[in-house]
Every structure is written in C-alpha cells, then in structure tokens.
C-alpha cells in the first residue's frame, strides 16, 4: 500500500492538531489557569503548520473531501485584469 504525500499531510496535521491541543490543556491545567500560555502554544502551532503548508512541505487535500477546482482560461483572464 502506497500513501501519497496528500494523505501524510492529512495524517501529520491531524495527529499535530491533536498533540498541540493535548499539551495546551496539560499546560493550562498544570499553570492553574493561565490561558495566556495556552492561547500562544496554538497560535504558534497554528503559524508553524501555516508555513509548512506555505513553504510546500505539508501538501493537504483535506483527506479527498473536498475535490480541487480547475483553473479556466476566463478565470486566469480575470485575475490578470485584476491584477493589473
């Protein structure tokens, strides 16, 4: 059985999401309360699963439930007219 890079991505990001939100309850428990500390361990695991994605180390396909758009030629003519 081959798994392609999609569905590792899948895997990786959801047993990351599980982890980080696993220690950010540890962590408030143990700190009594400071949620401070928890709300930064998100937001940085957020922003470090961000530029995974953004650099083209995590490729995500949202485990095949949302199906890929295709690109038209009036929807590139569109975005270069916006662009200029």
Do not use: H
């Amino acid at each position: 059985m081959q798994l392609n890079k999609g569905l590792l991505s899948d895997i990786f990001i959801t047993c990351y999401l599980a982890g980080t939100l696993f220690l950010r309850f540890y962590l408030e428990d143990t700190l009594q309360g400071a949620y401070m500390v928890s709300m930064l361990v998100g937001v940085f695991g957020l922003l470090f699963l961000w530029a995974m994605i953004k650099g083209g180390i995590l490729a995500p396909n949202y485990f095949g439930l949302i199906e890929k758009k295709t690109v038209t030629r009036a929807m590139k003519r569109r975005a270069k007219k916006v662009a200029s």
